[in-house]
């Protein structure tokens, strides 16, 4: 059974969008998701003017690639998805780091690096 009606289904095919129903005794599918789009709302949709579909799957696709690749998990002890685990610095090594920013989004999305 699902949860909204057929025509909703009709209008997001239309658009090349395919509904995935959550699976039944699942509870935590759903809660993942709704972190997700929490995550993605705060950290890039309420930031930025969104001006057509285009624009729209450009940035959604740099914070995909931003999440996974450079964005730091806690839960993956401070390394990104499709990242290694950073390896540990010196002590004496810290005082003499030098980063470098890159901005992405026109500087909605910051990603750090070590210059060489």
Same mark, same amino acid.
């Given at each position: 059974m699902r949860s909204h009606p057929a025509l909703i289904d009709e209008i997001l095919a239309d658009a090349g969008i395919r509904a995935v129903l959550t699976g039944v005794r699942m509870p935590r599918m759903t809660s993942i998701?709704?972190?997700?789009v929490r995550t993605l709302r705060r950290e890039?949709?309420?930031? @930025?003017?969104?001006?057509n579909e285009?624009?729209?799957?450009?940035a959604l696709r740099a914070y995909e690639l931003h999440?996974?690749?450079?964005? @730091?998990h806690r839960s993956l002890q401070t390394a990104a998805p499709l990242r290694?685990?950073?390896q540990?610095?010196?002590?004496e090594r810290i005082a003499s780091?030098?980063?470098?920013r890159h901005d992405r989004l026109g500087g909605v999305l910051h990603e750090y690096r070590h210059a060489a």
């Amino acid at each position: 059974m699902r949860s909204h009606p057929a025509l909703i289904d009709e209008i997001l095919a239309d658009a090349g969008i395919r509904a995935v129903l959550t699976g039944v005794r699942m509870p935590r599918m759903t809660s993942i998701m709704e972190r997700w789009v929490r995550t993605l709302r705060r950290e890039l949709l309420d930031r @930025t003017l969104i001006w057509n579909e285009q624009h729209l799957r450009h940035a959604l696709r740099a914070y995909e690639l931003h999440h996974n690749e450079h964005r @730091t998990h806690r839960s993956l002890q401070t390394a990104a998805p499709l990242r290694p685990l950073p390896q540990p610095l010196e002590p004496e090594r810290i005082a003499s780091l030098r980063i470098r920013r890159h901005d992405r989004l026109g500087g909605v999305l910051h990603e750090y690096r070590h210059a060489a």
